[in-house]
């Protein structure tokens, strides 16, 4: 167990590496010149020529990128071009928000999620079934701007129960929550019934249904812890695909997490604050990644860590 | 011997050629009431509030509340008016100006302001370590090649002659030289606050303005608070202005629409300007203005056929502006010549290019192109711009010209433009010239001389007319005001000779349209104001204040 967990560990620390390359090189490769961004148009080339000197863009690629990997192993991102602030300083201000968000996404996903399919494989081929799958489609594939406009319209301007974008209290955290979840949601609900569908059919299940117990103890008692945990495990890994939705939904609702953050940056070509932020995001989906095989064969003892 | 000596109000009117008898500099608004707080959205973080480096539409006009230059304009005007100054003085040869500054100016820390802060805050701007896009502004004062290379510890050209005067030597006359003071890069800061904070001045600026920095939540709010020592008696109006940063355009719409925010940062959003202004209510609530912008076609006389002057001139004859403004609901004035009208030194009487295909296609028959020719057409990949180059498109078809649209982000565009062979032709919109101050020659420099003519700078058309440079070096050196008309004449003469070279086709002016809560009260012009966009947070104010 240590030594596996020593082995993935440095994997770990590796592939954020080769993020860190990976991103740096295509930032690198970029026909968009971040000087120019900070000179501005009335720069004389003078000027642009004396900024790039000064943030040492004017070295070749290996210097820059050894350079930063330098300023990262000593926990310094570097400074955002545009707004001239510490990256860390930017990132963890915003960081709560996105964590807040994402908690708020993970509840209604597994709410919304393993519920209809709860109900779908109790209710295998009925009328039921098949709306809550097609429902779950849709929940897949709708991209998340609209969803989001949607419900805001809905919910926030013509209702009024919510209110419309911002940040603060539990009100303002319910739409961009379910805007994210509904995606998960339809995943999870897939993914719940077929695991139900599976359990119900196992043979302690028909054991406890001769022994006469009633349908619901079965469900709740015998069936669902069963059917839950090895989804529930997938959580960690959910962590990449929630990232990618953020980014759109925290525009939306002028959530102020790091998912905005690097949106403005990308606009503005502020390549410390992309680098960071990719990092830090690329650092959660591989704690989240390790954290679900770490869990996993506590979860499901045929599972070894090898 | 003769000195031009002026003092506050009658300095700008006389700058300006306009008459000299116009109120005082700033008043106080009888109709206003102080008190109250507004609230205004942004999309945006707010980048940097360090006068020396903020230098984007939505930072720009926030610092000026909070610092003030020796210059400043008429709320709502483009007419300079002296500000930490209390007046200036110009020497004959126009090479240099003297200030004496307002007694008793204060701080936000509550230290008095002197000459040797203005002394600072310049030499800050144009020291590279300081890393300014300003720095270029001060290129006319003695010793900036020194300073600016990192060579001199200050500029030689600014003396400190005692702590209320302050004097620049320029290496040669500068009629925009006022322009320039009144400018953000040359607002002045306390040096022991800058090096208290270092790199995060801009996140804690301290400065002389109306408003001080209340509070900035990262990525949620920036609060200002009224100063109570600023030294403009009766001003501000407004107790706090919040701005609440990271609203989509959009959903800050739907907020005003609900009467939770006063003021949209961002604008109304294009997809809801039409239902906007189709509501008699909604519309009552916005104002529009001019702007000192121009959206043009950039034609690389580098390159075949566009180094046809003909063919250039075909072109400005071929787009139906009229039809381009339509497709952006129109939110614009069709352009004939590189300034816009609201800029002094428009050529009113110039009638420009007339919308005539058929005249354009004989032009192209005379340069040898009865036929057309393929071409690239470049623009920057967010609405409405690309629909803007699909009219000018189907424009260009129409006399035979197949132009291929290249829609980029806007750094690749800025990048094609800037090769000498780059792009042959450019949509401006999304990266266009707007002034950085109100002065004739802001269009030409860069864009327009041989000196943007260079790899990596901003004049697209490549077009360099040494004869007009001289021209234009000419203009800049008339510094009397009283020749201020004199002077707009000429680089009027300037830009009209431009456009019978035709390196741009102009297309049109935007305008702006700023929408406003109904509590907000002053006076128009306040909410369109040239050189605060969206409005000027200082004079403002709201009419419900108990």
């Not at chain 1, 990132?91 to 964590?99: D, E, G, M, Y």
């Not at chain 1, 708020?104 to 919304?112: F, M, N, R, S």
């Not at chain 2, 600016?148 to 004097?167: E, M, N, Q």
């Not at chain 2, 919308?355 to 036929?371: I, S, V």
Request: glycine letters at 8%.
């Amino acid at each position: 167990m240590i030594a596996y967990l020593a082995r993935r560990i440095v994997q770990s620390i590796l592939i954020l590496i080769g993020i860190s390359a990976i991103t740096f090189a295509l930032l690198y490769l970029l026909p968009a010149d971040p000087v120019r961004q900070i000179a501005g148009r009335s720069a004389t080339p003078a000027t642009v020529e004396s900024i790039r000197r000064q943030l040492g863009l004017d070295q070749p690629f290996l210097v820059q990128y050894g350079r930063y990997l330098w300023n990262l192993l000593q926990g310094d991102l570097g400074r955002s071009y545009i707004q001239r602030s510490e990256v860390s300083q930017l990132i963890v201000a915003r960081l709560p928000a996105t964590l807040l968000l994402m908690i708020g996404a993970i509840v209604c996903e597994l709410l919304i999620g393993l519920t209809m399919g709860l109900v779908a494989a109790v209710r295998r081929g009925s009328r039921t079934d098949d709306s809550l799958m097609v429902a779950s489609f849709i929940g897949v594939s709708a991209p998340q701007f609209v969803v989001g406009l949607l419900l805001l319209y809905v919910f926030a301007v013509r209702l009024s129960w919510f209110p419309i974008g911002g940040y603060g209290t539990f009100s303002h955290l319910v739409l961009p929550s379910l805007t994210v979840g509904i995606m998960g949601a339809g995943w999870y609900a897939r993914m719940m019934r077929s695991s139900m569908i599976d359990v119900l059919y196992q043979d302690y299940i028909r054991t406890a249904r001769a022994k006469g117990l009633d349908r619901l103890t079965i469900l709740v008692r015998h069936a669902l812890p069963n059917a839950i945990l090895p989804i529930v495990a997938m959580v960690g890994i959910d962590i990449g695909i929630l990232m990618g939705g953020i980014v759109v939904v925290e525009s939306v609702f002028g959530w102020p997490g790091i998912g905005q953050l690097v949106w403005q940056a990308i606009q503005r070509v502020d390549i410390p604050i992309i680098m960071g932020v990719t990092l830090v995001s690329a650092f959660a989906i591989v704690l989240g990644n390790l954290l679900a095989d770490i869990v996993a064969p506590f979860i499901d003892p045929r599972i070894k860590l090898r | 011997m003769k000195k031009y000596l002026v003092s506050t109000a009658a300095a700008a009117a006389l700058a300006l050629g306009l008459s000299a008898a116009s109120a005082s500099a700033q008043e106080v608004d009888p109709n206003a009431k102080p008190g109250g707080d507004i609230v205004i959205t942004y999309k945006d973080d707010v980048a940097t509030l360090d006068p020396a480096i903020g230098y984007d539409w939505q930072n720009w006009s926030m610092i000026k509340s909070l610092f003030d230059g020796l210059m400043d304009y008429k709320p709502g005007t483009t007419e300079l008016v002296p500000d930490l100054a209390e007046s200036y003085e110009i020497s004959p040869d126009g090479k240099t100006f003297t200030f004496k500054l307002r007694p008793g100016v204060k701080f936000h820390n509550g230290r008095e302001m002197t000459a040797e802060d203005v002394k600072y805050s310049i030499d800050r701007v144009v020291n590279p370590v300081t890393q300014s896009p300003g720095q270029g502004f001060f290129a006319s004062i003695k010793g900036y090649e020194e300073a600016a290379a990192g060579k001199a510890d200050g500029l030689s050209g600014i003396t400190v002659v005692d702590p209320s005067t302050i004097r620049f030597e320029l290496t040669r006359p500068d009629a925009t030289f006022l322009h320039v003071m009144a400018i953000n890069f040359s607002h002045v800061v306390p040096k022991e606050e800058v090096e208290k904070y270092g790199a995060d001045f801009g996140k804690h600026p301290v400065g002389t303005g109306a408003f001080k920095l209340g509070e900035w939540t990262l990525g949620q709010r920036v609060v200002f608070e009224k100063n109570p020592d600023y030294w403009h008696k009766g001003l501000p109006y407004l107790d706090k202005i919040t701005f609440e940063i990271g609203q989509e355009p959009i959903v800050a719409l739907l907020r005003l629409q609900k009467g939770e925010i006063d003021v949209p940062g961002d604008g109304i959003p294009p997809a809801k300007f039409q239902e906007v202004m189709n509501d008699p209510a909604q519309k009552a609530r916005v104002v529009e203005g001019g702007q000192l912008h121009t959206g043009y076609v950039t034609l690389n006389v580098n390159v075949p056929p566009f180094d046809n002057v003909k063919v250039r001139q075909a072109v400005n004859m071929a787009i139906n502006k009229e039809r381009i403004v339509q497709l952006i609901n129109n939110r614009a004035v069709p352009a004939n010549q590189p300034l816009p009208p609201s800029m002094p030194g428009y050529a009113k009487d110039y009638k420009g290019y007339p919308y005539d295909p058929a005249k354009a296609k004989e032009l192209l028959a005379e340069a040898g192109q009865a036929d057309g020719f393929t071409t690239d057409l470049y623009v920057m990949n967010t609405d409405p711009n690309p629909r803007i180059a699909q009219g000018i498109q189907q424009d260009l078809a129409a006399i035979g010209i197949k132009a291929n649209i290249q829609a980029l982000a806007q750094a690749n565009v800025i990048a094609a433009g800037g090769e000498k062979e780059g792009a042959p032709m450019i949509w401006s919109g999304g990266m266009a010239w707007i002034a950085d101050f109100p002065d004739p020659s802001n269009f030409y420099g860069p864009i327009l001389g041989c000196g943007g003519a260079v790899p990596g700078g901003w004049n697209w058309s490549w077009y360099c007319n040494e004869d007009l440079d001289k021209k234009a070096a000419e203009a800049d050196s008339i510094v009397d005001p009283a020749k201020a008309e004199e002077r707009n004449k000429m680089w009027s003469d300037i830009y009209v000779k431009i456009m019978e070279d035709a390196p741009w086709a102009p297309v049109f002016n935007e305008q702006r349209f700023t929408m406003k809560s109904p509590r907000m009260g002053g006076a128009d012009n306040l909410y369109v104001d040239p050189v605060h966009i969206p409005i000027n947070y200082d004079h403002v104010y709201v009419n419900d204040v108990q």
